[in-house]
């Protein structure tokens, strides 16, 4: 049994990592992307440790991440990329892997899914990389992991086989984005989104690209549910 694993899952950080420069304003960067509460509550419906950390300013206080690190030793580090915050995860990935060499990287979101074989190629401390929509792909993997499975199966996954980059099928995106738990149960935030997706086709924008131009909708009763689990604790 490794270091933060018991018998009811994983130890997992998902982590919202900072920018290599710091940005005339940071609102678009400040805010923990939402996905990362989809995954962890959908970690924590199946047993799992998960604590979400927004790091997106942590780089003026690095002994913080190493205490964190040796503190939690988890088993798992789930990092969300855009192309600006590439490399603080990055950096935290090689902290996190000096610090617990057998802990699992993976890197997730727009910057990694478009840039899946650069980061492969040059970043070992990478382990993994979820294209597209993460949370089955993550919950497969985990589950992988814990029964010292291999995950060579799991789509939408990028992994290293045999020392060579191989990247699964993508995976077909949910029908019913109602299924995955509400993450209003296991933690508070104060954005919300009602649908996944876009429809439209922007020159300058990855979602064409990332969400294919689909749109998919919670019901009214799933979103008014969030709006007022989160209100009952003051949001």
């Given at each position: 049994?490794r270091?933060?694993q ?5 130890k ?8 290599l420069?710091?940005?005339?304003t940071?609102y678009?960067?400040r ?7 989809y995954i ?46 590439r ?41 993994f990389?979820?294209?597209g ?10 589950e ?6 291999s995950p060579?199966h ?9 020392g060579?980059?191989v ?5 077909e ?5 109602d ?17 996944r ?14 969400w ?18 989160l ?5």
């Amino acid at each position: 049994m490794r270091g933060g694993q018991n018998e009811t899952g994983m130890k997992i950080f998902l982590i919202n990592p900072y920018c290599l420069e710091e940005r005339i304003t940071d609102y678009d960067v400040r805010v923990v992307p939402i996905g990362l509460y989809y995954i962890g509550a959908l970690l924590r419906e199946h047993g799992h440790e998960c604590t979400i950390l927004n790091w997106f300013d942590i780089q003026s206080r690095p002994h913080e991440i190493r205490e964190a690190m040796l503190q939690h030793r988890p088993d798992i580090i789930g990092l969300s990329i855009l192309h600006a915050n590439r490399w603080g995860g990055i950096d935290i990935a090689r902290t996190a892997k000096e610090l617990l060499p057998d802990t699992r990287i993976v890197f997730g979101g727009p910057g990694a899914t478009f840039l899946w074989r650069h980061l492969m190629d040059n970043f070992p401390e990478i382990d993994f990389i979820i294209k597209g929509e993460g949370e089955q792909t993550f919950l497969e993997l985990v589950e992988c992991l814990q029964n010292e499975k291999s995950p060579d199966h799991v789509s939408g996954l990028v992994l290293r086989r045999n020392g060579r980059v191989v990247c699964n099928p993508a995976r077909e995106f949910m029908q019913d984005i109602d299924s995955l738990p509400n993450p209003a149960r296991y933690f508070s935030f104060q954005h919300v989104v009602s649908s996944r997706g876009c429809p439209y086709n922007c020159t300058f924008c990855g979602s064409p690209t990332f969400w294919k131009r689909r749109v998919r909708f919670h019901s009214p009763e799933y979103f008014v549910d969030q709006l007022e689990l989160l209100h009952s604790r003051g949001i």
